[in-house]
């Protein structure tokens, strides 16, 4: 497995693998830290592509200024050594300065979405999303980039800038990874001490009982709502960032539960920000 450190790097690797037998190439996008829920994204793009490409790059843009870009898990060896056993073929980990010359002056910004769930509690990250993730289909031409529906809201974004700007690239969602008693899988698992970890199985517990509420037939938009907001109060250490349901397309409120819609959340435990979702019905 190889590691490439520039643009030119990258884009040279996979236009000799394209050439070489019409290969295809997989993108995975990553910020590094990487985990189950990473490791079923190569797999999946191990199983679907010729080859494939791992990014590691923790983004700066993506972060607001009190956030944690500083001290965010950087533990790259290990992160190779799972890359590699899970089929990537090259590890791209450039430099902020690689991706950000000096003078950089160009930014993407999916106007309206940029600004739902996520995006509403941290301005600017979606900028910061769309770009680098613009950067990386550039450098890499990749036939499709792998993400995870954890992050449901940004694959949302992502979707609506590859269709804006007829980018080639294909954009695979693969199902949320979760730990054996339902915590959704996130590098910022870290973050938590073991009294954190488990108040941070309330966010999978209020998304159990909304796929459950769903099952037995209830639609209403308020039900959904008060019955999250009840099991979210049973646990005071918990401050709630956002419950929603809403167009996946588009981010926006839907009135009634219907097959299709998202259910997201976010919520701090502690000083940790986390967030999941479910695809209803």
Same mark, same amino acid.
């Given at each position: 497995?190889?590691?490439? *450190?520039?643009?030119?790097?990258?884009?040279?690797?996979?236009?000799?693998?394209?050439?070489?037998?019409?290969?295809?190439?997989?993108?995975?996008?990553?910020?590094?830290?990487?985990?189950?829920?990473?490791?079923?994204?190569?797999?999946?793009?191990?199983?679907?592509?010729?080859?494939?490409?791992?990014?590691?790059?923790?983004?700066?843009?993506?972060?607001?200024?009190?956030?944690?870009?500083?001290?965010?898990?950087?533990?790259?060896?290990?992160?190779?050594?799972?890359?590699?056993?899970?089929?990537?073929?090259?590890?791209?980990?450039?430099?902020?300065?690689?991706?950000?010359?000096?003078?950089?002056?160009?930014?993407?910004?999916?106007?309206?979405?940029?600004?739902?769930?996520?995006?509403?509690?941290?301005?600017?990250?979606?900028?910061?999303?769309?770009?680098?993730?613009?950067?990386?289909?550039?450098?890499?031409?990749?036939?499709?980039?792998?993400?995870?529906?954890?992050?449901?809201?940004?694959?949302?974004?992502?979707?609506?800038?590859?269709?804006?700007?007829?980018?080639?690239?294909?954009?695979?969602?693969?199902?949320?990874?979760?730990?054996?008693?339902?915590?959704?899988?996130?590098? *910022?698992?870290?973050?938590?001490?073991?009294?954190? *970890?488990?108040?941070?199985?309330?966010?999978?517990?209020?998304?159990?009982?909304?796929?459950?509420?769903?099952?037995?037939?209830?639609?209403?938009?308020?039900?959904?709502?008060?019955?999250?907001?009840?099991?979210?109060?049973?646990?005071?250490?918990?401050?709630?960032?956002?419950?929603?349901?809403?167009?996946?397309?588009?981010?926006?409120?839907?009135?009634?539960?219907?097959?299709?819609?998202?259910?997201?959340?976010?919520?701090?435990?502690?000083?940790?920000?986390?967030?999941?979702?479910?695809?209803?019905?």
């Amino acid at each position: 497995m190889e590691i490439l *450190r520039t643009v030119a790097e990258l884009r040279q690797w996979s236009r000799e693998e394209r050439n070489d037998g019409g290969n295809t190439i997989g993108l995975v996008p990553t910020m590094g830290a990487l985990h189950a829920g990473h490791a079923s994204l190569i797999r999946a793009a191990h199983a679907s592509v010729g080859f494939v490409a791992v990014s590691i790059f923790v983004n700066p843009t993506q972060f607001g200024p009190n956030e944690d870009y500083a001290v965010y898990p950087r533990t790259f060896e290990a992160d190779c050594a799972l890359a590699k056993a899970e089929g990537a073929n090259v590890i791209f980990a450039p430099t902020v300065e690689e991706l950000y010359p000096a003078g950089a002056a160009t930014f993407i910004e999916v106007e309206g979405l940029s600004n739902r769930l996520d995006g509403a509690s941290r301005p600017g990250h979606f900028r910061g999303v769309s770009t680098v993730v613009a950067k990386l289909l550039i450098a890499s031409e990749a036939d499709r980039a792998f993400f995870g529906q954890k992050d449901a809201a940004q694959v949302a974004v992502l979707r609506r800038m590859v269709a804006d700007l007829r980018v080639a690239t294909k954009i695979v969602v693969c199902p949320i990874v979760r730990e054996p008693d339902g915590l959704a899988l996130s590098s *910022r698992n870290l973050y938590l001490s073991p009294a954190e *970890r488990t108040q941070a199985l309330t966010l999978s517990r209020v998304i159990r009982q909304a796929e459950a509420t769903v099952a037995a037939g209830e639609r209403r938009v308020h039900v959904l709502m008060e019955a999250a907001r009840k099991t979210f109060a049973a646990e005071p250490a918990i401050r709630v960032d956002y419950i929603e349901l809403v167009n996946w397309a588009t981010l926006e409120p839907v009135e009634t539960a219907a097959p299709g819609s998202l259910f997201a959340v976010a919520a701090w435990v502690g000083a940790t920000r986390l967030i999941d979702n479910t695809i209803l019905g």
